[in-house]
């Protein structure tokens, strides 16, 4: 079954926002970090995968924190031809002011590298920006968002490509909206392929 990826930042509220997305009661953090390994739930036809969560977490090694990066990075590499599409998840609230900070301090942020590194291997990605509850400007705050993963502001130029979202209130019909649509474009990117491999052999 081809694979929706859910990634971003430990505390960002994946799992919060997979369990409205399903229903499935999948544990949530108190704690950041509770979601170690990929955890698989299914949804349509298609399975979505809850990636361990990125950045920093209290008790967890620097080191630590690198390997789950380097972890999820080879899972995308050599799972890239199965999966649909990915989510990446951020918090609204706090996204601007965290990628401000690594660019400040001249790196690039996991974030942004990551984003890039799914677009490089031709894998759709959805932004889901999350605890839009928290942020007061939401326009300015998505403009914000989409400017520093490349989107020229406006956001509601990338509708498709950006989604406010709080999982935590039950509001996520954007993202489901915005799912839909890419997931029935992989279906019938499946049934061409299904189609060329006959024509082939
Ligand atoms: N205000 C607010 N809090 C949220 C939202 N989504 C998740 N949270 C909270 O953020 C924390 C981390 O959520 P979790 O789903 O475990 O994050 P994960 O580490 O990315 O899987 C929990 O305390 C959630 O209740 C949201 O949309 N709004
Ligand atoms: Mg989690």
Redesign the pocket.
Known sequence: MKEILFV??????????IRALTGKKIP???H????RKPLRIPYQDFQIV?MP?FGFMSGVSDQGQEAIKDNIVHYIESNAGNIALAVM?VNASSFAQIVDRWTERGEIPVEVELFEFLHELNIDVIVAA?????VGDVDGTLDGIAQRLGMTPPWRQWLDRIVP?????RNIGRLKEAMQKRLEQARKNDGVNVLKSFMYF
């Open positions: 971003g930042r430990s505390n960002v509220g994946k799992s919060t926002l949530v953090g108190k950041p970090g509770v979601t809850d969560g998840v999350n605890k839009i509850d928290k979202v709080s999982a935590k209130k």
